[in-house]
Structures are given as C-alpha cells and as structure tokens.
C-alpha cells in the first residue's frame, strides 16, 4: 500500500519544539528578561536622576518630560521605578541565593544523614514555619532596625525553610532508588552521592521554587518598605513609593498606579515562569508518545 | 569460604501507635564458595531482597553475623567496607533504574575504575571502558547514550559492565531478568553465566522463578517468610523436594501442555 | 485472506499501520498487520517488547496518543473502527470491547473503593441501580473467587494482595460481559506464584464467558497454556500465525522457533543481537540479521506472508524448509 504521511514541519527538536507548545513560558520569560534588563542598565535608560527633588514640579500628572507624572517630592516617578526595580531584583536575587544554597544543603544533609540531624533541621524549619512568614520577617527587622539591609537579611532568615523541606523529601525518594543503592554498592562516598547522583536530580524543582520565590520575595520587600520598614529616603523602592502616593491617591494615581503596575508585572511575570518551568521540567508533560 | 552467613536477622519496626515487630529476615544460615552460585528463590516479599541488601551492608543487620572471606563485615564502618565493596556486587532488578538517568554510558562504565584507581590514564580508561562493552555484547554506539535510550536488556548489559570493571569475587543478582521479555532472560542469563565462569565469581542468584533458578544455579536455597525452609543440591530441591512449600512451588511452573510439545522434542 | 472457521470472525482487521511522530520523524508500529478473531475464541499475540504489540491492540479501541495516526480497516460486527465517531466509539469500549489493562499495581485509583470503581463501569453502560450495581459487584467477585466478596467491595487496593487485585481487574474488564477482551500482558513483572494465579483465572473466564480474548504477551508458555490461535509479531509485522498446537508442534519462523528455544524449560537458548529499532529496520528479512539460517537473498528481500499449511501464514523466504 502506499502511504505519504506527512511530517508536521513545525515538530522540532527538544527546547525549540516545547517552546512552541508552551506559549506562556516564552511570554513569562521574555518578560522576566527585560525586567532584568531594565534593572542591569538602570542608570543608562533612567530620563531623570531619581533622586532630584523639585520644589517647583510637585505631584505632577504624567507629561512628555515627565512619563509617569512626579511624586510628591518633584522627582520623576519612572526613574524611581526604574532604579526600584534595581533595588527589588538585586536584593531578590542576594535573598534567592543565599537561601536557596543554603536551604538545599541542609535539605540535603537533613533527607540523606536522617536521625538526630534530620530532626534537629527539620524541628526548627517547623518553629520557623509555625509563624507566617511577613509577621516573623517584620519581627526580625524591627530588631536588627529597619533598612535594606535587615530586610535581606530577614527574608532570608524566613525563606530557606521551603527549600530545605522540598529537597528534603526528594532526597528521602531518592535515596531508596535503585540507582543510589548501586552507586553506594560500588563504593562511593556520603559526599560524592550527595552532590554527584541526588544534586542533580533535585536541582529541577529548586529552579521552580526559586522563580516563585522571587515573586514572593517581591512582595514581601515591597510589604515591608510599605510599612516603612524597608529601603529608607531617598532610595527608590516600590512600596515606599506606592506608601509615599498613600495621600494623594485621590488627586494624584498615578504616583502609587504606575509601581503598583510595576510590582503586579514583576510577580506575575517571575510566578508564570515558575509554572511554566514546572511543566518543562515534568517529563511525563514533555514526551508525547508511549511504550 | 567466601561468603558464610550465619543466623541472619532483621527486624523492623511497624505502627505508630502499636508499635511491632516484623521479622523480615528470621535466622537465615548460608555460605557460597568460590564460584559456586547459590540460587535464592520465594515469591515477592519473603525477604530475599533484604538479605541481597544485608549481605552487602546497604543495610544493618539486627543480629548474626556476615562474613567474606573470613572477616567480620557487621558492625564494620563505613569507611572500613569501602575496602570490600569492591569484590562484592550487585545488578539490581530494575535495570534502568540502577543507571544515573543523567549519566551518559561511557561515564557510568568510566566511574568505578575512577573510583578505585583501576586506570592510569583517560587512554587506558578508554580501551577498559571498550573491552568492558564488548564482554557484555555492546557495541561502541551505546557509549553516548543514556539510561533512558537504552531496552531494558541493553540497560542491564550496562549495569553487568560496570560490576565487572571492579574484578568482584562475589555478586548478588537480585532478580535480574524478572522485569525483561523471557527471550532477553535467556541473553542476560547466560552472559552471566559466562562471565561467571570465565571470572570464578560467586553468586548469590535471587529470583522467584524455579525454571530460572534450576538454570544458572549449583545449590538452591528457598524462603518463605523470612526463613530458609529448604536447601540443597539442585537435584535435591527439583527432584525429591521436601519441604511442602517447596512442593508448592514446583507446582507453579507453567506446563505447557503435553499434546503440544514439538515434534522433535517428544 | 482465507476464512478459517465456519463462522464469520467477530474483529477483523486488515493491512492496519499505525504510526507515530517522534520528534522529526516517523515511526511505523505496526505494519499491515492483517489478522481476525472468531467468537469464542483466544488469539494470543507474542512478541517481544517494542514489537509494537500494545500498540496493536490500543489501535483497536482507538486509544492512541495525539502524534499517531492508523490506517488500513478495523471491523468489528460490521462497523468500522477507524471511522466511528467518538460517541460510537464511546459506547463500545467496555460493553462490546473490554480491556484488562497490564500492571495490577497501578491500574487501580488507589483513593476509591475496589467496588465502586467497578460499579462504576457497569453504570457507564448500563442503566442500572446502585443495588443492582452492587449485587452485580458481588455476583462477579464471588464468580472471580475472591472471598469474602461483600466484604472486599469496601476495600481500597492498597488493602488487597497483588491476585486479588488482578482479579478486580479482570472483574472490570469482564463486568459489561464483553464479547471481545483485550488482555495487556497480564504476566508482566509478577511472580511465578501470581502468574500461575492469573493464567488459571484467565484460562477460566475464557472457558466460562462466551467472549473472545486477545491475549497480549511477551512469554510464549502463557500463551501456550491459554490461546486457540498463536499470532508471533517482530518489529511491527505478524511474522507467523496459526494454530497454538501447530506453532508450537512445528514452529515454522526462525524467530518463532528461536523464541520458544528460549524458554526456560526448552533449552534457555538465547537469540542473538537485539530486536532492532522501528526507525532504523534492517533491509529485507526484519529479523535476517539475527536468524540462524540466513542466507544472502534474505538481505536483500522482504517476503510477504504466505500460506503455508491448513490456516497457517509464515512470512519467511524458506518457510516450506524444515
């Protein structure tokens, strides 16, 4: 019998072909990257220095000079955006990273040693998890006194506890596979099945957990400088600006609209790119065909 | 001797609130000689996996004692049994889940000469790596895949390799065809064998399949709920079975029936 | 084809490819297979893993993935499968065409009740009461021999042993008394003490039932235990067909023959090399390179499947030698 079964052309390879499926993770990238963009180059593509007070130009609406109008203050609110979005990604990414290394080596050593280690992690990550996390977060800043600073350190004191239980229980799964028992069979050492056979393998939701964190982390910041807690005058933060606009939200929007907007996309961009990520790492969504 | 183990135990602890004990292992005796395979059979859960587990000390023991050739392995810490690791292994069930998915072929096979230094050099580790293929009946193509590319048969080919790259006096097959195509079961049955033969390694050979054990083995152990009920020669548990569950399990063979046996076999 | 019994065959199918779109490419499963299945009767379909043998029988009930498509004709009383609408096609799976599916372990939703998952089935298709449903339930569990039936509806899987969780299985497959089963390599990964269990149960319900059964396996001696008929698929074709006495008497492939040579209890002879890969088909014979009795012409021709004897199909060069 003849047969011409077409070869759909739009079927490619690995990533590319994902991509194609997934829209939502393009988008939310795309997205993410010029949030990061924007923050790296910050002071080349800001139209005012953030910090110029106006007497003269006070609460402005928006204008040609002025795109997204002025603060109370006189100074250009998407310059102050601009450089806030500086501060939030910088501090995000210090609190990301410092929390999340040190959250999957205790995870780590919590699923894989177990005992009186595993109890000792894991009781203490319950203390931490018992409180919500912007109460205890806010505790610790109001001790060590406000200012980014405490604020870095804070969250990132309250955030490690997500990563160490999640790599925690794929530890526990993994340990017991067959392939980590072969590996201990041969002869490898604690350390070197640790980081070269379960590392690996858990890296994959760390990536997605990291991306909603940052979202969260986020909001957190921008929660806490709300309340005066965080970034302190003059520095250009998101929620001390939307705090500093509190008054004039009659009169003047756009002073809180335009970081409002700006801290709505940032998390929803960061949280869809989460999801997005937990579906292309999923093999079981990728892979379309069966035994 | 190579191996002697001697009133073997392993108990776990079950319930939360009604805290028991479940014997898993319950005083099991053995020993295998050298190059001897001793066949290991019972249905799925009567602790012959556990014992696989206790002979290699991937897990403690709750009393009795295990020895390879006359030392004490019990008790032993962990850094003192990377010293016997080597000479006693195991090919698991699951053949391609004994892989590190993220590992190419060639670095699996690569790993346990770099562990034990059994290479000078990448160059020799290359030739190693190549004849170690070629035993099992692989060919260089396979090199660059992964686990996951490889059937099942392939993938426990692979896991053999990697065993054999350490030189083992003594290997534990625990089941190591019960998840393969019967036609692949004769391939990797008597690769084993071979290699057995052509090495004088010892084996402990676990499986459920009477057919499959009366094949590969010398002597033939056969639990039931944690305890040995019955061992003997391979003429001694197939032809006059004792035992009743022994009995039973010879009952189990799937006969095909008689008015259809080939012509030339009749 | 010729037809082989008095009766007309229940399921017929004729030249069905079924391809799949991996990646840039396409990969031929199954290729013109042709074969029927009678009333009553039990076709056993063996064939190493990757022969595209489960991919055969999910083209009967049309449950393929997205990235495949099948053609050729599937019959069933009359009405053809590969066109039928999804509502037709609805109704038949399960009342006209059940299916057994092959892991025990994990075909069961382990958070629903044994017994209401299969109340379930009945209700899809039947309009029957929740009594009714019951009663059934334990009318079929008890045929089934699991004891205690009333008892067991209440249990949740995790409850049950491995046979008696296979026997909830087939209880599904069976509920709507289907005239055709499907059986997915009910063996698969069992024990020897189950999977003499599950071949007794089997070997009942085809003799009890007035249903037919395709019998899905890679283990010849299941097949021998329970088929009338023997169907022998490699790389995608049905290599030999025929009688399960007359295969088993007088294997007429090479491969059939080297596949029951492999048994354990025929001499464990291994056939060498590996079942070669749908995209990558060695040219003539499919199976030349591993076959013991190769010769040049093999390599270079792909025979068709012919008649040998009386219902007997062999697709090999020299099937009339032996």
Known sequence: MDTTIAVDKSYKKGVVRFVKQDKLLVYSAAVVLIIILIALMAPLIMPHDPTAVSLTEKVNPPSFQYPCGTDPLGRCVLSRIIQGTRTSLVAAAIIVAISGTGGVLLGLISGYKGGLVDSLIMRLVDVLLAFPSIILAMALVVSMGPGLGSVIIALTLVHWTGYARLVRAEVLTLKQSEFVEAARAMGNSSVRILFKYILPNVIAPVIVMASLDIAQIVLSMASLSFLGLGAQPPDAEWGAMINQGREFIRTAPHVTLFPGLALMVTILAFSLLGDSLRDYFDPRLREGYIE | MLIEVKDLVKEYSVGIFNKSVVKAVDEVNFCVQQGETLGLVGESGCGKSTVARLLLMLIQPTSGSVRFEGQELTGMSQAALLKFRREMQIVFQQPQQSLHPRMKIAESLAEPLQLYKLVKSKAEEKVRVRQLLDEVGLSEEHLERYPHELSGGQAQRVAIARVLALKPKFIVADEPTSMLDVSVQAQILSLIKKLQQEHTIGMLFISHDLEVVQAVSDRVAVMYQGKLVETGSKQQIFMEPRHSYTKYLTSTILEMPTSLIRDDLA | MVTMQASSPLLSIRALSTYFQVKETVVKAVDEVSLDIYPQEVLALVGETGCGKSVLALSILRLLPKNSQSEGSIRYKGLEILEASEEELRKMRGKEIGMIPQSQATSLNPLLKVGWQVMEVLQLHKKVGKLEAQESVVNLFSRLQLPDPAKRMNYYPHQLSGGMRQRVLVSMGVACKPNLILVDEPTKGLDAVLRKEVVNLLGEQAAENSSSMMLITHDFSVAAVLADRIAVMYAGE?????????????????????????????????????????????????????????????????PEITETGVNHYVRCLYADRS
């Not at chain 3, 491969?255 to 291994?270: A, N």
């Not at chain 3, 990558?280 to 499919?286: A, K, M, Q, T, V």
């Open chain 3, 238 to 302: 049905i290599v030999e067909m025929g009688s399960s006495s007359g295969i088993l008497a007088k294997p007429r492939h090479p491969y059939t023959q080297s596949l029951i040579d492999s048994l354990p209890g025929r001499g464990f002879k291994p056939i060498p090399g590996f079942s070669p890969s749908l995209s990558l088909l060695p040219p003539g014979c499919r199976f030349q390179p591993r076959c013991r009795v190769a010769c040049p012409k093999c390599a270079s021709l792909h």
